[in-house]
Each structure stands twice: as structure tokens, then as C-alpha cells.
């Protein structure tokens, strides 16, 4: 009895640690001079569950965040903790995109599974608003193809890519301010077209799960699984 009740721990623990996500949130579009304030949090958006980070996983509070300006190499943005997030800003110099990233293998496992936890967000300054996905350094990625503030009941075009490639009939999730969720599954080139029916944040969510073996930190695993974020603004 205590070892099933052991089995069925560790498998709750391991369906609330996939349904866990980190997300980057900043304005989608600024102004060159105006601070541009950055929050990331870990938990689940589509129930407004943003975790204490005390209680994030593994090591995940210790991600790094990266920006990468129009035509400058990246660097690294200190970041401060707050209650359930944490917080840093950026001060546009120029126009252009900018790019934040972040990027974390955890160091503990989940059972015999390694998972990296990743989020990609896009600041527009200036009129130029096309995002180039090769200009996305993370390996697994979901992102729109505009960064742009996008209206209610106007079509929204989003794009996943794996190494490099389109991620090709996969499901995206959408989670939406209001609570609601949906499974959308890209195309041959990994795109997806919708409305959003409501104004505020969007998260998009993709992952990655393959069974393959190795080790990590000195212990070995069976699986590993990625898991990939983005958000834009929406509104009326």
C-alpha cells in the first residue's frame, strides 16, 4: 500500500509539473527613451496561477534573461525578485525589435525526465513590427509573426519552430486572461491562424517530449521534455 500510494505521489507531482509553465511578460510596444518594465513568472496562466517563487521548480528561479537589441549582440538583464515574479526593465535607444529570452534546463529531474523550460517576448519600437523567427535563439519556439497590439475578432497569425525547422502538425495551446484554453495543431510550414474573442494577454504554449537517455547532474534520465512560451496583447 505505501509503495502504490509512493507511485501515485510521484505521478501527481509529474502531471502538475507538466502543466507548469514560465512566461515573460513586457509591452509589445514601446518608445525609444521610455522604460520598458519585464515580469517573468512561473505556474499556470489560464488559471491566473502564478507560483510563490518559493515554490518553483527545481532551480528555475535562477534562470537567466537575455535581451537582444536591434543590431547589438545580447547581454544578460539582472532581474529582481518580487512575491510571485520576477522583475527587471530595459530603456530603448534605438528603433527596432527587441528581443527577450530565457532559456533553463532544470537541474533536478522530474522521476527520470530533464526539462527545460523556455519563453521568448518581442518589443516593438518603431514602425517595423515583422518578427524573423531565425532571430529567436531558443531551439524550441512559439511566437506570432507580428509584434503588434492585435484587435478583438481580427485574425492572428503564429508561428512554431523547432530546431531551426517548422514545427509541423503539433498543438499550440492558447490560454486566454479569461480562463479559457484551446488546442490549435499548426500546418505543414508550423502555422496557425485564429481570433481571439476577448481583450487582454494571450500565452501561447508548445512542448516537447522525447524518449531519449543520458545524464544529467550525475544522474542518469530516460526523457526529456521542452517547454516553450510567448504572449501578446490584445484589444478592443
Avoid at 106 to 134: P, R
Avoid at 152 to 157: I, K, L, Q, Y
Avoid at 162 to 187: H, L, Q, R
Avoid at 204 to 221: D, M, Q
Wanted: charged share 20%.
Amino acid at each position: 500500500m505505501k509503495s502504490i500510494l509512493i507511485a501515485a505521489c510521484m505521478f501527481l507531482s509529474m502531471q502538475m509539473l507538466n502543466a507548469h509553465a514560465l512566461w515573460i511578460e513586457a509591452k509589445t510596444v514601446g518608445k525609444v527613451g521610455q522604460a520598458v518594465e519585464v515580469k517573468i513568472y512561473y505556474g499556470e496562466y489560464a488559471s491566473n496561477e502564478r507560483e510563490d517563487i518559493s515554490k518553483w521548480y527545481s532551480d528555475v528561479k535562477d534562470f537567466s534573461l537575455w535581451l537582444t537589441a536591434p543590431g547589438k549582440e545580447k547581454i544578460k538583464l539582472a532581474t529582481m525578485a518580487g512575491s510571485n515574479f520576477y522583475q527587471t526593465s530595459f530603456t530603448p535607444e534605438n528603433e527596432g525589435l527587441y528581443i527577450l529570452t530565457v532559456s533553463h534546463e532544470a537541474k533536478e529531474l522530474g522521476g527520470t525526465t530533464k526539462y527545460t523550460f523556455s519563453s521568448v517576448a518581442t518589443v516593438n519600437v518603431g514602425k517595423t513590427s515583422v518578427v524573423d523567427q531565425s532571430s529567436l535563439p531558443n531551439s524550441l519556439k512559439v511566437a506570432v509573426n507580428e509584434a503588434k497590439i492585435y484587435k478583438v475578432n481580427a485574425p492572428v497569425n503564429l508561428k512554431a519552430v523547432i530546431d531551426g525547422k517548422p514545427w509541423a502538425n503539433k498543438n499550440v495551446s492558447v490560454f486566454t486572461p479569461e480562463g479559457w484554453s484551446k488546442e490549435f495543431k499548426t500546418d505543414e510550414n508550423g502555422n496557425i491562424a485564429f481570433k481571439p474573442i476577448w481583450p487582454g494577454r494571450y500565452v501561447l504554449e508548445v512542448s516537447n517530449y522525447e524518449k531519449t537517455s543520458g545524464e544529467h547532474n550525475g544522474k542518469k534520465y530516460e526523457a526529456v521534455w521542452q517547454g516553450a512560451t510567448s504572449s501578446f496583447e490584445v484589444t478592443e
